[in-house]
């Protein structure tokens, strides 16, 4: 049970990881590309899709 709790903590925290490297990845590039994928990841984990 508590492994099960600590994966899925452990999931959350790397998707809200690779959601702030996304947008600063986006925010070094003057990209609109970089803005889009950032803004359809984050729109995607809102809805529990990713």
């Known amino acids: 049970m ?3 709790t600590l994966k899925k903590l ?3 925290q790397m998707k809200a990881w690779i ?3 996304l947008e600063w990845l986006a925010l070094q590039t003057d990209n609109d590309i970089d803005d ?3 803004r359809r990841v984050k ?3 809102k809805l ?3």
């Open 2 to 4: 508590l492994y099960l």
């Open 10 to 12: 452990f999931k959350k």
């Open 19 to 21: 959601v702030s490297s």
């Open 36 to 38: 889009a994928i950032v």
């Open 43 to 45: 729109a995607a984990m």
């Open 48 to 50: 529990g899709v990713v």
